[in-house]
């Protein structure tokens, strides 16, 4: 595990006129401490904003954060953030990674590294022998793996929400093309990963799905289940 001691992560009910939401985060909620060697370096925080999905069957995430702070304690605003809207709207993407830390925060961090992996290990053997001061660049979000990872179209629409980059008429709707073959590709790449969970998921939709006979069911790609 990761972390300092969690007692749980309790759930909540939440009343709201014309939807019910229920709350799951971690308790205490003053966040979850992470220590480097023994001492706290960092605090994370994990709270997600559930509702029922459209057949009334499951609960799916409308919002999720995970926070990470600099320090002991969750306080002021994090160096980083992973945020998830369900139902975005204007120009956030439904995923997305927040940097809210300025370098020099991220690289006081840094230069503290544990030994407890080989990455960080190369970090904290390059201070101990007085190298360059780590760089933002050195640090690697994972954003979906082989399988969820943002497409082409992704980062062109960024580049034109965010920053207003030149673009043609119809910009919205050919990167929405684009991004919609790719995703379908996809689907068809995670299915081949875990089919028994597609068929799960057919037969919950009233479709009927048996393999021929004398036919074995295909083993779970977890190579790809368990990549970053």
């Known amino acids: 595990m990761?972390?300092?001691h969690v007692e749980a992560f309790?759930?909540?009910a939440l009343h709201r006129q014309g939807l019910d939401h229920v709350s799951v985060r971690q308790e205490p909620r003053t966040g979850i401490p992470l220590t480097v060697d023994g001492a706290p370096l960092l605090n994370l925080t994990a709270e997600y904003y559930c509702v029922w999905d459209s057949p009334g069957q499951y609960l799916a995430v409308d919002e999720s954060a995970v926070k990470v702070y600099a320090g002991a304690k969750a306080a002021g605003e994090p160096l980083f953030r992973y945020?998830?809207?369900r139902?975005?709207?204007g120009d956030v993407p439904g995923a997305h990674v927040q940097i809210h830390g300025h370098r020099d925060a991220l690289t006081f961090v840094m230069t503290r590294a544990g030994v407890g992996s080989p990455r960080g290990q190369r970090l904290a053997g390059r201070v101990a022998q007085?190298?360059?001061v780590p760089q933002m660049s050195d640090l690697h979000f994972p954003v979906g793996g082989s399988r969820f990872r943002p497409s082409l179209e992704d980062v062109l629409d960024m580049l034109v929400r965010e920053l207003g980059v030149d673009h043609e008429k119809g910009w919205r709707e050919a990167l929405?093309?684009?991004?919609?073959?790719?995703?379908?590709?996809q689907i068809r790449?995670?299915?081949?990963?875990?089919?028994?969970?597609a068929v799960a998921a057919l037969q919950q939709l009233g479709y009927e799905v048996r393999l021929p006979d004398g036919l074995s069911?295909?083993?779970d790609n977890y190579s790809r289940l368990h990549e970053l």
């Not at 929405?176 to 590709?185: I, L, P, S």
């Not at 790449?189 to 969970?197: K, L, M, Q, S, Y």
């Open 2 to 4: 990761v972390g300092g």
């Open 130 to 132: 007085g190298a360059a």
């Open 189 to 197: 790449a995670v299915v081949r990963d875990a089919p028994g969970e």
């Open 176 to 185: 929405a093309a684009g991004r919609e073959r790719w995703r379908r590709m």
């Open 87 to 89: 139902a975005a709207t």
């Open 217 to 219: 069911a295909p083993q």
């Open 83 to 85: 945020e998830y809207l």
């Open 10 to 12: 309790g759930a909540r």
